[in-house]
């Protein structure tokens, strides 16, 4: 792995259509999640919260004090003990009154750690203006800031954290849809392709033994309730999402230049290519000195920089690439030497030529 760093993973998977339940490449058309949000303040900071400078929080504590019956001016307040959070959360369907839900936590202003911070009381809202839920609890951070005397410290980021389980559900997200009076319902894929719509349709239509299934689109399959499942949608549902499908993905090859990582699906090929590929490296060194005058004479110190530019280019060997599958290809690269970020030239180069038959992604 050492010569070749890059995350070719997939290289182990073979190439045949690989299977998976229908609920983990879709859902049901009107079962859908829905985000809330709130703005809310975190307290119990080690001076660590927002600083005076950051009006909003501290008319927001100001404002919460009274509401409390605690009577103080914004001039009053200029501990950094509280920050300005804004507070989200996802409803997922059929959540009931009472049950509790995850938040994430993040600052508004200049704080520097919501580690230690306990979350007040917030309503969070949905788009249409109704509260749904009500967050409050610790706030727990996957990370850490220090500073002292000029030094700092951090991991991760210490200004984003998780009230585990700390909003509960006031109100019910109305259903769009009676599913237990429909006679026909939509499976739509995350990911559309008329293959994998085809081959759903048929694996549903084998499971039922009936032709209950039909491909609509290139995302969405129509299913009508077999006479048994009318008024019983949950058990129809639970049959559908449970049935196996086989899944044909698109040839792709996922290039991250931030990171130097390099993902290629099993069904990447290339027709013969040769590739010849050598570096060139260039590298200036500055070195400076400091010059002492001779004893007993009149000098001064002076500095004196010396730079010296060396070139060096990698021998490039003419190889030739070919394959029907990724490891063929993973192969031939690492008998060349290839590192990571020589890679990805290669291949983009590979593909002008025409001979790599996947489309390459850049994140």
Do not use: W
């Amino acid at each position: 792995m050492t010569r070749l760093v890059a995350l070719l993973l997939l290289s182990l998977l073979p190439t045949a259509a690989l299977g998976a339940r229908a609920k983990d490449i879709g859902e049901f058309y009107g079962v859908r999640d829905n985000q809330i949000t709130g703005a809310g303040l975190v307290v119990g900071l080690r001076r660590t919260g927002d600083s005076p400078r950051n009006e909003a929080a501290v008319r927001a504590l100001a404002g919460r004090l009274q509401g409390l019956g605690v009577s103080l001016q914004v001039d009053d307040i200029s501990a950094r003990n509280v920050a300005l959070v804004m507070i989200s959360s996802t409803l997922v369907p059929d959540l009931r009154s009472g049950s509790r839900i995850d938040v994430v936590v993040a600052s508004t202003g200049d704080a520097t750690s919501l580690e230690g911070g306990v979350l007040l009381m917030t309503p969070l809202m949905g788009p249409d203006g109704q509260i749904y839920a009500v967050a409050e609890g610790p706030v727990v951070v996957g990370g850490y800031s220090v500073e002292a005397a000029g030094s700092a410290s951090r991991k991760n980021n210490p200004t984003t954290g998780r009230v585990v389980a700390g909003a509960i559900v006031e109100r019910e997200v109305p259903s769009r849809m009676d599913f237990n009076a429909m006679e026909e319902v939509e499976f739509v894929l995350h990911t559309p392709d008329f293959t994998t719509a085809m081959n759903l349709a048929e694996s549903v239509n084998e499971e039922f033994g009936a032709e209950v299934a039909s491909c609509r689109s290139s995302s969405t399959v129509a299913l009508v309730l077999p006479q048994e499942f009318r008024g019983k949608f949950a058990y129809f549902a639970a049959r559908i999402e449970a049935t196996e499908v086989e899944i044909d993905a698109p040839a792709r090859v996922v290039i991250s230049e931030r990171t130097g990582t390099v993902v290629m699906g099993a069904d990447v090929t290339i027709s013969a290519v040769a590739v010849a590929h050598g570096g060139l490296t260039i590298e200036v060194k500055r070195v400076d000195q400091t010059l002492q005058p001779a004893p007993l004479s009149n000098g001064t110190t002076a500095g004196q920089s010396n730079t010296t530019v060396q070139a060096s280019e990698g021998e490039g060997q003419l190889q030739l690439l070919e394959g029907v599958s990724i490891g063929d290809l993973v192969t031939a690269l690492n008998a060349m030497g290839v590192k990571p970020r020589d890679l990805m030239i290669i291949l983009q180069a590979i593909q002008a030529s025409g001979a790599l038959h996947a489309e390459i992604v850049t994140i």
